[in-house]
């Protein structure tokens, strides 16, 4: 099935081959030019295809190539020159960026039903967090952003994460870095299925918000904020228990939904109040969620569940520290959405990979506690330009044709060759407090050598 080239890197670099074979099936042609076809409004396709825009640009984002510059010179004919890649890259259209995210997170899914998960976070719901994400500044290439010292933003978006798989499933791009991010509650609407669960921080908790997602059959568990609803003065707070966090309370609470409305719409909600052992990074000791989940759904379940929130925050973390989806020369909003729409897809091939590490290696302690996704992203990056060179192209179409079951279970198999060690956490103890320095304005430079020196002396 393979050649010989092929099963030389699957024993000596088995992640990396995981990698790429996965992205061939994230990144196929085929449904890439089908889905600029389908979505696309005002562009079209010409010498210059969709599928051959997102290889350059997924090579810059896994850090395989520094520019679309320089993937456009090392690429096979185009046949278009690079102003035209540049130019078409700028003026993508959001909704494809959009759509990539959501088929590449159908596709993990498809083929991670074939894997063993982790236990759903809170039976009986697919829980889905939402958060927004500000791209970073960008260089001040832009003509017009020349006579600036201001940091230009190209952008922002909402971003869907299902942490039971660990998958990116939607994004909801803005062009506009400094729309409030609750302009864009009434695109996540369209996204949202009767009985799932949506978590949420304090920003999203709107009467918007709470009515749409009631009004499409779904349940929320979001953090109250102290000034965006309207709140009668609930029942009697009880105690519930305890959780690693601290004390549980809950009462009911009456809340209005119908503030832009013309009659009234009232709901009885549960208001758990979580009592803190240390305080957050704002200060606040005490946290109050509000959810509209039955009883059957403990409090204090509830209050532990919520801290699960954070895994969308360390996921982002992941994106800046190993994959470059914000690069800082893509100054125009819609290409710098279309990186990090491809960051994303990238991050749903690492995670089915970890899912398969899981299954193969016995459990997540053993992968994600102590696997570095940073360390693993630099052997992928290294090792991707080797590979290209040296495996013949129709081989990585292959694994478009397997179906979901078959590529699950060559993935398990790989997983099990994976020596685990090179790719191990090694986590600092706590930072040192810096000790106090010499001014330097008479001594302006020291031999390290002599202070080595007399260190020894001393020691001696």
């Excluded at 960008?138 to 933003?153: A, I």
């Excluded at 790719?423 to 202070?451: E, L, M």
Aim: proline share 4%; aromatic share 8%; with cysteine.
């Amino acid at each position: 099935m393979f050649n010989a080239v092929l099963r030389r890197f699957l024993d000596e670099a088995p992640v990396c081959v995981a990698v790429r074979a996965t992205l061939e099936r994230l990144l196929a042609p085929a449904w890439l030019d089908e889905l600029f076809g389908r979505v696309a409004c005002h562009q079209y396709e010409s010498k210059l295809l969709f599928s051959t825009l997102s290889d350059l640009m997924s090579q810059v984002v896994c850090s395989t190539r520094r520019s679309i510059h320089e993937a456009y010179q090392h690429a096979r004919e185009i046949g278009v020159s690079i102003t035209s890649v540049y130019n078409k890259l700028n003026g993508l259209e959001p909704p494809l960026s959009a759509a990539l995210v959501r088929q590449s997170g159908k596709e993990a899914a498809a083929v991670m039903r074939h894997l063993t998960l982790r236990p759903a976070l809170l039976k009986g719901y697919e829980v889905r967090i939402v958060d927004g994400n500000h791209l970073t500044t960008t260089q001040h290439r832009l003509k017009e952003l020349r006579t600036t010292r201001s940091g230009p933003l190209p952008g922002q978006s909402l971003v869907v994460f299902d942490p039971r798989r660990r998958l990116m499933v939607e994004m909801v791009p803005c062009e506009d870095a400094h729309a409030q991010e609750r302009a864009l509650i009434g695109a996540l609407f369209e996204l949202v299925k009767g009985g799932e669960l949506w978590m949420a921080d304090r920003n999203f908790c709107t009467t918007l918000m709470l009515r749409g997602l009631i009004n499409r059959g779904a349940f929320f568990l979001i953090r109250q904020h102290a000034s965006t609803l309207y709140l009668e003065k609930g029942g009697p707070w009880r105690k519930c228990g305890a959780c690693k966090s601290g004390t549980v309370y809950e009462q009911s609470v009456p809340v209005r939904l119908d503030l832009c409305s013309g009659r009234e719409q009232w709901v009885t909600l549960r208001r758990i109040k979580l009592k803190l052992k240390k305080p957050t990074e704002d200060g606040d000791w005490e946290i109050h969620l509000l959810s509209n989940l039955p009883q059957s759904a403990r409090a204090e379940k509830l209050a532990q569940l919520y801290a699960d929130r954070w895994q969308i925050e360390d996921a982002f973390g992941e994106l800046t520290a190993s994959l470059r989806c914000e690069i800082n020369t893509l100054g125009y909003p819609r290409a710098a959405l279309f990186a990090f729409a491809l960051a994303l897809l990238a991050y749903n091939a690492v995670s089915l990979i970890k899912t398969a590490l899981i299954q193969a290696h016995g459990g997540e302690e053993q992968v994600e506690e102590k696997i570095s996704f940073y360390q693993l992203s630099r052997e992928v990056a290294a090792t991707s330009r080797g590979m290209e060179v040296a495996v013949d192209g129709r081989q990585w179409k292959l694994f478009t044709a397997m179906t979901a079951q078959q590529f699950a279970r060559w993935l398990i198999d790989l997983a099990g060759k994976t020596n685990l060690r090179r790719y191990r956490k090694h986590p600092r103890g706590p930072q040192k407090p810096y000790p106090p320095r010499t001014r330097g304005r008479r001594i302006k430079h020291v031999a390290t050598a002599r202070i080595l020196r007399d260190r020894l002396a001393n020691s001696g």
